[in-house]
Every structure is written in structure tokens, then in C-alpha cells.
């Protein structure tokens, strides 16, 4: 029995999920995308080619049908220079590689405005997002005035929805100093975008129900993490999506029935860009070797990711909550040569100790980690392909994160090259 797969980030994203996408995507027969934009980063390396998507999901570099759901917020400009960008590296784009759902809202500069604006405003208090326009698209979508891929296609409609849009926009724009919007540009500018998108909207809930029919193979692909998640995530230290495997059904236009197996990704430390709570934080020496070694460079705004320990507190609740079956570990390789290794077991917070991250802001940057220390290893395991090239050390680490997190390890990666990648259990094999 073949199985569906939801991929989700466990940490604070950039977990190396695009990485593993990809690679799962040769099992897949179609990959979608359910939430976020092109805050999302991902980075696939194959051979010497290396791509870096935001928007398209990682199954498109496989030449797989890339589906991009009703869940995710869709920048046109974005998507199209990104079409093109990854166009121009010799992958093939078309209607029968890529789709995008009618029912996606979208992403105007209106709200790239409004994004930068409000963290100028909130001065220290920012949140560090990527400036995107991620949550004011978000909020227009639940607000019930967006524009969506749909109305695209439909002058006389798409006219009122962009003055129902303006009503709203003119006052915030005017309390936060910023000029009023030329409606008959926004307008101008959709038309002219509209017949280079037209090819790729469909119904993509369709294509799902019909693999379904088919017994078709189905990739979720999840942006983000869920430590960034809306509702279980360090609000507001979040993103404005949810992220959890649950929206993987209700971002693409099919039933929770169909996710059979969620594949959590983590990092065998963890990572954070921009603000927010982060117990196991290092601000020393080891943090820096980590940074430098893994490399951790945003792809999307070039800022360096914050580094510290492994969470087993953080993954632990991440995988209940957002409904993990198993888990892959990428980025053991970092931890080479690194002598003691650390891993959170539990929280101090005053006298009391934790076994779960409280939602309370307050306590969530208070919280003193409880450490429980191993030993490193001295070989390397950059680039190793099979459970044999791992050093007896890093074998007990990882069996201690399964016994921590209390999920499997299904897949280890020990560097960005795609074929890098250890399979302990097919999740696809049900
Ligand atoms: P995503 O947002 O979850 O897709 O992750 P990103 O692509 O933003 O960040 C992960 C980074 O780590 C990318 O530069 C990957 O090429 C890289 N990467 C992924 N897996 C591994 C690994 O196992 N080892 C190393 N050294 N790098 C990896
Ligand atoms: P991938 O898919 C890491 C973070 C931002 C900020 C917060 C809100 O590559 O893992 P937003 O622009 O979404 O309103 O920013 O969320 N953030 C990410 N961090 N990886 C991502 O995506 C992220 N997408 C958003 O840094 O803290
Ligand atoms: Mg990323």
C-alpha cells in the first residue's frame, strides 16, 4: 500500500525541507504546496546545480506536477520572476509541471507596504519577518477582501474588489504615513499580469481528487515550522499561517483521509531567524562553529540564523501538535567534531520545572534549559549514505532524540547534496 506524505518543518524553519522534498519527490507523482509564500526559502542542491525556490514547490526540479494550493499567498510578480529564474536554469515550467489554485489570494504591494511599515513602527518590538507581506495578505484573505488568483479573470469584478480592498487599506495606509494607493495602477497592473498566469490556474483540488481515484502518490509540502505556526507557535513570534500537517489538507482542497504519513523535519541543532524566544540559544564559540559550518545564511533575507542546542522539549510538543509520524534528521554533519553535545530535556522556570514550553510570552523567554549532555564524535559523516558510515556516537545521539521526541527516525541527511540522504523507513511505503 502506497501512502501520502506530508512534509513539515518541526523547528523554526529552514530545517532543510526543500532538501528533502526534493529527494522524496522521485517516489512522488505530484508535490503541493498548502501554506506561506515566498517568505519560504528552500535550497536544493544537485550535483553542481543549485536551485532556490520560495514559491514553487520543491517537486518541480524532478519535473513532477507542482501544485501551488488555495493555502498558500501568492505574490504574481514573485512567482513569475521566479518561474523564470528556475526557467532559465534548464528546469522545465509549464502547465503540465505547474499548477496554481484559482482560490489562492494574493499578495499585492499594498501589503508589502504594510509589512515594512509596521515593523519600522514597532522600532524594538519588531517580529524580523522577511518583509514579504506575508501577514497583511493573510489577514486581507480572513478578512474576506482579498484578491484572489480567480478574479484575475473577471475585469468587472476584480474593479469592485480592488475599491472594496482600497476602503480598507486608505485609512491604515494614512495613520502610518504612507501615500495613497493608485487604484487604476493596481488595476493596470493585474490585467497586464493576468495572461501570463492564466495557463497555470486551475482547480487544483481537482487534480487531488483525481489522484486520489488513481491511487497517485501525493507530496505535501509545508513552508515554515511549526514553532512559527499561528496558533501552537511563539506568538507573536510566528508567522501568519498555520503550519501544522492538519493545513496541508485544507491549503490544497482535500480531506485529512489523505494524509497518511507526516514526515516532521529537524535540524540536529536548532535555528531561528528574526525575533523570538529561543531557549537553547548559544552565544558562544561553539553557536558561531555551528553558524559557520551549517552555513546558516537566510536565503530569503540573507540574515544569519540564530544557532543553538537541540530542543527535545520543542520537538517533542512540535511532533504531538502538528500530528508527526516520523521524523528527519538533517544537518548531522555540522555536529562533527563538536566534543560534548547538548540536548534540552527540560525547562526551569523560577522553581518550577517543565516538561513542555508554556504559551505565556513571559515564560517562553525565561525558561531556563535542562540539559542533558553527551558525548560527540570525532569522524566526519558529511556526505555518508548508509547507516553503517555513522560513527557509533552519532548513532546513540540519534537514538536518544528518538527516545526523547518520542517519534522515529526515518530519514538522516549529512549534507546538502541531494543524494547525501540515509533512508531508515520509506514513508511512502504505508
Ligand atoms: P528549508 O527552508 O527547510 O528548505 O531549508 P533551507 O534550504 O532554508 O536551509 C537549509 C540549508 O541547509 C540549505 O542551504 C541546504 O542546502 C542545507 N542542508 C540541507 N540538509 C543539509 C545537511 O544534511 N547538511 C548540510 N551541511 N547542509 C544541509
Ligand atoms: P522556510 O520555508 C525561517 C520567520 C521570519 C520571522 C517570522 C515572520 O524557508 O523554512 P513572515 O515574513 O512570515 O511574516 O515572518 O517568520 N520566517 C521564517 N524563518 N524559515 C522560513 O521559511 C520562514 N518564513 C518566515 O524570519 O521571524
Ligand atoms: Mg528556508
Known amino acids: 500500500m502506497m501512502a501520502n506524505v506530508v512534509v ?68 504574481p510578480n514573485a512567482l513569475l520572476a521566479e518561474i523564470e529564474r528556475i526557467s532559465n536554469q534548464g528546469v522545465k515550467i509549464d502547465p503540465t509541471t505547474l499548477g496554481l489554485a484559482e482560490n489562492a489570494a494574493l499578495i499585492l504591494p499594498i501589503h508589502q507596504d504594510l509589512d515594512a511599515a509596521r515593523e519600522n513602527e514597532a522600532g524594538k518590538n519588531k517580529i524580523g519577518t522577511t518583509g514579504r507581506g506575508i501577514g497583511p495578505a493573510y489577514e486581507d484573505k480572513v478578512g474576506r477582501r482579498a484578491i484572489r488568483v480567480a478574479d484575475l479573470f473577471d475585469e468587472a469584478s476584480l474593479k469592485s474588489k480592488i475599491e472594496r480592498l482600497m476602503a480598507h487599506h486608505r485609512a491604515l495606509r494614512a495613520g502610518l504615513d504612507l501615500p495613497p494607493i493608485d487604484g487604476e495602477k493596481l488595476f493596470a497592473d493585474l490585467m497586464a499580469l493576468a495572461p ?9 483540488w481537482r487534480d487531488l481528487e483525481q489522484a486520489r481515484k488513481d491511487n497517485k502518490k501525493v507530496l505535501f509540502e509545508g513552508a515554515q515550522g511549526i514553532l512559527l505556526d499561528v496558533d501552537h ?79 527535545a522539549i520543542l520537538v517533542h510538543q512540535a511532533c504531538c501538535v502538528g500530528g508527526i509520524t516520523g521524523l528527519a534528521l538533517t544537518k548531522l554533519d555540522v555536529l562533527d567534531g563538536v566534543e560534548t553535545i547538548n540536548i534540552c ?48 556516537n552519532a548513532i546513540k545521539y540519534i537514538r536518544r532524540i528518538e527516545e526523547l521526541v518520542g517519534r522515529p527516525i526515518a530519514l538522516v541527511s549529512t549534507s546538502p547534496e541531494r543524494e547525501d540522504t540515509i533512508l531508515v523507513t520509506d514513508p511512502f511505503a504505508k
Open 8 to 75: 513539515v518543518g518541526a523547528q523554526w524553519g529552514d530545517e532543510g525541507k526543500g532538501k528533502i522534498v526534493d529527494w522524496l519527490s522521485d517516489r512522488a507523482d505530484l508535490v503541493v504546496r498548502f501554506q506561506g509564500g515566498h517568505n519560504a526559502g528552500h535550497t536544493l542542491v544537485v550535483g553542481e546545480n543549485v536551485y532556490k525556490l520560495s514559491l514553487l514547490p520543491s517537486g518541480v526540479v524532478q519535473g513532477k506536477l507542482s501544485l501551488i494550493g488555495n493555502g498558500v499567498v501568492v505574490d
Open 196 to 204: 501570463k498566469l492564466l495557463p497555470y490556474v486551475r482547480p487544483v
Open 233 to 311: 507557535g511563539t506568538y507573536p513570534y510566528v508567522t501568519s499561517s498555520s503550519t501544522v500537517a492538519g493545513q496541508a489538507a485544507s491549503g490544497s482542497g482535500t480531506g485529512p483521509g489523505n494524509l497518511d504519513y507526516v514526515l516532521g523535519i529537524v535540524k540536529a541543532y536548532t535555528t531561528r531567524v528574526g525575533e523570538g524566544p529561543f531557549p537553547t540559544e548559544l552565544f558562544d564559540d561553539v553557536g558561531k562553529g555551528i553558524g559557520e559550518r551549517g552555513r546558516e545564511f537566510g536565503t530569503v533575507t540573507g540574515r544569519a540564523r540564530r544557532c543553538g542546542w537541540f530542543d
Open 345 to 392: 530535556v527540560g525547562y526551569k522556570l523560577g522553581d518550577k520545572v517543565l516538561d513542555y514550553y508554556p504559551s505565556n510570552l513571559h515564560a517562553q523567554a525565561n525558561v531556563e534549559p535542562i540539559y542533558e549532555t553527551v558525548e560527540g564524535w570525532s569522524e566526519t559523516t558529511f556526505g555518508a549514505r548508509s547507516w553503517k558510515d555513522l560513527p557509533a
